[in-house]
């Protein structure tokens, strides 16, 4: 029985193991392939005949939550999970309290493998029980060498192996680097602002899972973004389709906190200071504004360190989930004209899936929708209503939800806020995480973004700058002269600049500004991490390859104001 629920459990992934073999052909890949295959598969049935019944149980569940892991992950997003994409699930931690509603069809799926998996090694092994401790040594020894392995080729190598090993050799191969490497001291300021670019407050305002290519300041039948047309007393700057640092929330938001190149971004994030330390130097009280999380809770790789250098810590979570942009808008406006000068950075919901919940029935304005009423209470972790199958009528529907949730969440937030600029110096920098792919050409899976071999839609974002209309820079000229070209790596050196620092001074380190005619890579990483030894590979925006958002989604839409 042991043995026969192993095959049904290893049967699972007949189509991964097919594929892959199919990839290697005739070769000495096949051969090496098939020969750790084979040594993993004994060593699962050497965890099925141990002989301590408390050893065997741990040692199911360990293997059972393997198995979870990999499968839910691999089976949701139709890729293998590397080292560099297991790096960004534990960098997204955060979100486990929502975990068991993430791509919820998909998740069931792989606990109900994982429970075939766990009974086959739970179950008692009888008289074929191994002694001599065999029976965990050699499942044991087998993660050893599989991570061996994985960080000799730099992460990869593992796709279509049996699924419980794989998550737990990369599991070890971070807890040893980590136990290894040295923790480096944060550097101080040691640079002196002169006088600021900004006469009143510096915000950043990072938006979430907003695809440029979606959005009317970019393309004439956009959805509705509220900063298509003037506002009095109010100078809106577009710079087009930007690239963003990632593919991934956290390491686009870490790296627009603590700044950096394409070249040194990772030491940044772990040695220099932040901006709110540079802020503090110039004399700014520091305020995070939250949608996203509530109680407390970090995010997007912020530590405890990061947090005690916040003057004001603003989560709106008592706000109904499809409210909070509204309420941030809010917020915001009212601090522009406290008279204190601040750095605001502020973290929106955005278009995060699920979206089907994320605006009222009374914006419902591009039809027809997916089953509304299942995520009314979830920012950023839950199933895709209508999307379980990924088939092109659900991701119509999908799509048309997106739109509404664009126009209610970032059209409506600049409706509220752009009255409340004028008059305050403020100087408003607007971008999103990282963009999405909505499946306008196919492709399998049901994710949107953060995927190891991303479309170019997943890293192409908007990128606006919001000012007083008599500010010190021309923001315009500037916006017309680096249209399509620009990326999120300029936001930092420029809210240096509009701190009072002298962009002469921080080019060396940080790079160009905004106001910079130096020409961007224009490129985002999907391998933002890029442990073992490797380098971050980029990927090349070029604004006439990103997908047309298809006319043919909806059949009527309302216009929006």
């Known amino acids: 029985?042991?043995?026969?629920?192993?095959?049904?459990?290893?049967?699972?992934?007949?189509?991964?193991?097919?594929?892959?073999?199919?990839?290697?052909?005739?070769?000495?890949?096949?051969l090496a392939f098939a020969t750790l295959y084979c040594a993993l598969v004994l060593a699962l049935c050497a965890a099925a005949l141990i002989r301590s019944a408390?050893?065997?149980?741990?040692?199911?569940?360990?293997?059972a939550i393997g198995s979870v892991m990999l499968q839910s992950y691999e089976w949701a997003?139709?890729?293998?999970?590397?080292?560099?994409?297991?790096?960004?699930?534990?960098?997204?931690?955060?979100?486990?309290?929502?975990?068991?509603?993430?791509?919820?069809?998909?998740?069931?799926?792989?606990?109900?493998?994982?429970?075939?998996?766990?009974?086959?090694?739970?179950?008692?092994?009888?008289?074929?029980?191994?002694?001599?401790?065999?029976?965990?040594?050699?499942?044991?020894?087998?993660?050893?060498?599989?991570?061996?392995?994985?960080?000799?080729?730099?992460?990869?190598?593992?796709?279509?192996?049996?699924?419980?090993?794989?998550?737990?050799?990369?599991?070890?191969?971070?807890?040893?680097?980590?136990?290894?490497?040295?923790?480096?001291?944060?550097?101080?300021?040691?640079?002196?602002?002169g006088p600021a670019l900004a006469t009143g407050d510096v915000v950043l305002v990072i938006d979430e899972s907003i695809a440029a290519n979606y959005l009317d300041i970019n393309q004439p039948a956009g959805v509705y973004s509220g900063l298509a047309r003037g506002r009095p007393g109010v100078s809106v700057a577009n710079f087009g389709v930007a690239a963003s640092i990632a593919n991934c929330s956290a390491g686009s938001n870490r790296t627009m906190r603590f700044g950096g190149t394409r070249a040194n971004y990772r030491q940044a994030a772990e040695e220099m200071p932040s901006i709110w330390a540079y802020a503090h130097r110039?004399?700014?009280?520091?305020?995070?504004?939250?949608?996203?999380?509530?109680?407390?809770?970090?995010?997007?790789?912020?530590?405890?360190?990061?947090?005690?250098?916040?003057?004001?810590?603003?989560?709106?979570?008592?706000?109904?989930?499809?409210?909070?942009?509204?309420?941030?808008?809010?917020?915001?406006?009212?601090?522009?004209?406290n008279g204190t000068a601040e750095l605001i950075l502020v973290n929106k919901v955005g278009a995060h899936f699920p979206v089907a919940d994320k605006f009222p029935?009374?914006?419902?304005?591009?039809?027809?929708?997916?089953?509304?009423?299942?995520?009314?209470?979830?920012t950023d972790i839950a199933s895709l209503p209508g999307v379980t199958a990924s088939s092109e009528e659900d991701w119509r529907l999908y799509r048309n939800a997106y739109r509404n949730t664009v126009a209610w969440s970032t059209g409506g937030f600049f409706d509220r806020l752009l009255p409340q600029v004028a008059g305050t110096?403020?100087?408003?920098?607007?971008?999103?995480?990282?963009?999405?792919?909505?499946?306008?050409?196919?492709?399998?899976?049901?994710?949107?973004?953060?995927?190891?071999?991303?479309?170019?839609?997943?890293?192409?974002?908007?990128?606006?700058?919001?000012?007083?209309?008599?500010?010190?820079?021309?923001?315009?000229?500037?916006?017309?002269?680096?249209?399509?070209?620009?990326?999120?790596?300029?936001?930092?050196?420029?809210?240096?600049?509009?701190?009072?620092?002298?962009?002469?001074?921080?080019?060396?380190?940080?790079?160009?500004?905004?106001m910079s005619h130096t020409k961007d890579a224009y490129s985002f990483t999907p391998t933002y991490n890029a442990s073992l030894g490797r380098s971050p590979s980029w990927r090349r925006l070029n604004r006439a390859e990103l997908a047309v958002p298809p006319a043919s989604d909806f059949a009527q839409v309302a216009h929006a104001p």
């Open 54 to 63: 408390p050893v065997r149980i741990v040692t199911a569940a360990v293997l």
């Open 282 to 337: 110039a004399g700014l009280r520091t305020v995070y504004l939250d949608g996203q999380r509530r109680g407390g809770e970090l995010q997007n790789l912020m530590t405890l360190a990061e947090r005690a250098e916040i003057d004001d810590f603003i989560q709106v979570g008592d706000t109904p989930v499809p409210d909070r942009d509204h309420r941030l808008a809010q917020i915001l406006g009212e601090r522009l004209h």
């Open 361 to 378: 029935d009374t914006a419902a304005t591009f039809r027809p929708l997916p089953m509304r009423g299942r995520s009314e209470g979830i």
């Open 1 to 30: 029985m042991k043995l026969l629920l192993l095959a049904l459990y290893l049967c699972l992934d007949h189509a991964a193991v097919a594929e892959r073999v199919t990839s290697l052909g005739l070769s000495t890949g096949l």
């Open 425 to 514: 110096g403020a100087v408003i920098l607007y971008t999103s995480d990282h963009g999405q792919d909505l499946h306008e050409r196919g492709g399998t899976g049901g994710s949107t973004h953060c995927v190891p071999d991303p479309r170019p839609e997943e890293g192409a974002v908007p990128l606006v700058v919001i000012a007083d209309s008599d500010p010190k820079v021309d923001w315009p000229a500037y916006a017309a002269a680096n249209f399509d070209g620009m990326s999120h790596f300029r936001l930092f050196p420029t809210m240096l600049a509009l701190l009072g620092y002298a962009p002469e001074q921080t080019l060396a380190f940080y790079g160009p500004t905004l």
């Open 77 to 193: 997003t139709g890729a293998p999970l590397v080292y560099e994409a297991f790096e960004t699930m534990v960098a997204s931690r955060g979100d486990a309290g929502d975990a068991l509603s993430q791509h919820g069809t998909t998740l069931m799926q792989a606990i109900g493998a994982a429970s075939i998996l766990f009974l086959a090694i739970a179950l008692p092994p009888g008289r074929f029980a191994l002694r001599h401790g065999i029976g965990w040594i050699v499942p044991v020894g087998a993660v050893a060498v599989l991570a061996g392995m994985l960080y000799w080729r730099g992460g990869e190598g593992a796709r279509a192996l049996p699924a419980p090993f794989s998550p737990l050799a990369q599991g070890a191969i971070m807890a040893t680097l980590r136990a290894v490497e040295d923790e480096r001291p944060r550097r101080a300021v040691d640079l002196t602002p």
